[in-house]
């Protein structure tokens, strides 16, 4: 018997019974049974929450939004946690931003560092901000999330704290974001684009030597003959900006990083022979 009353399949049974035949508080007193004996899922939350925004009890069911966030834990409560959060901000916008703050905070601090849910959080906590908030609160949100997300997902949190960062204070406040992102470890590739789009930058602002030094450090992450389109947009800035004398450094540089490129395949090579 005692097996049946923890049995969550039964309980979630007995729960769509009150919800069609029972009143509303005998089903929400089932609801808190379920709770209270701790059979309760993530999605029986939902429910009871969903009944209750039914019934217009938003604040109640804002309660139940938290004794779920208090029981589950990641990945179990996403959904609880994303439910929570959109339909808070749904109801009150930027009226009781304090408290949405505090939520996102939660949640944020809840997600693991480096899971793929992580960037789903940061980045709708930044929205928020920027929606309701401060843009300054905005910027420091997308930086937490340049760490936070999961490795694969850096480059793309990267390309949209530079391009919120340029929309709001202009070019010259993105500097130091791109020089985190190039120096935070990304794939040479995402790295060498990062740095295209940075020289680009310096180059519109007419800081040509900026834009040279940024690309001979991208240099090192462009093979020349798979790279081309890199070597090209290079060769066709010195063309326009550079002289004789930076149009040679290129080609030398060039050469030497083709050289590495071809020495490091060699040893890969040889290495695989050697097994």
Known sequence: AHRLYKSAKLWSLYLDLEESLGTLETTRA????????KVATPQMLLNYAALL?????FEEAFRVYERGVAIFSFPHVRDIWLAYLSKFTARYGGKK?????????????AVPVGSDDAKTFFLRYAALEEEHGLLRHAMS???????????????AVYLQYLQRAEEAYGATHTRP?????????????????????????????????????????ASQFCDPRVSNKFWEQWREFELAHGNPETFKDM?????????????????????????
């Open 30 to 37: 089932a609801y808190d049974a379920a709770i209270e004996l």
């Open 53 to 57: 925004e039914e019934r217009r009890y």
């Open 251 to 275: 080609m030398r540089i060039r050469h030497s990083v083709e050289a590495q490129f071809s020495q490091a395949t060699f040893v890969a090579g040889g290495d695989a022979g050697g097994g």
């Open 97 to 109: 931003l304090e408290r949405a703050r505090d939520l996102y905070e939660q949640a944020c601090a």
């Open 177 to 217: 974001i791109f020089e985190a992102a190039i120096e935070a470890g990304l794939p040479g590739p995402q790295t060498a684009q990062l740095c295209l789009k940075y020289a680009a930058m310096e180059r519109a602002l007419g800081e040509v030597d900026r834009a040279r030094a940024i690309l001979v450090h």
């Open 141 to 155: 949100v997308y930086d937490r999330a340049t760490r936070a997300v999961a490795p694969g997902d850096r480059y």
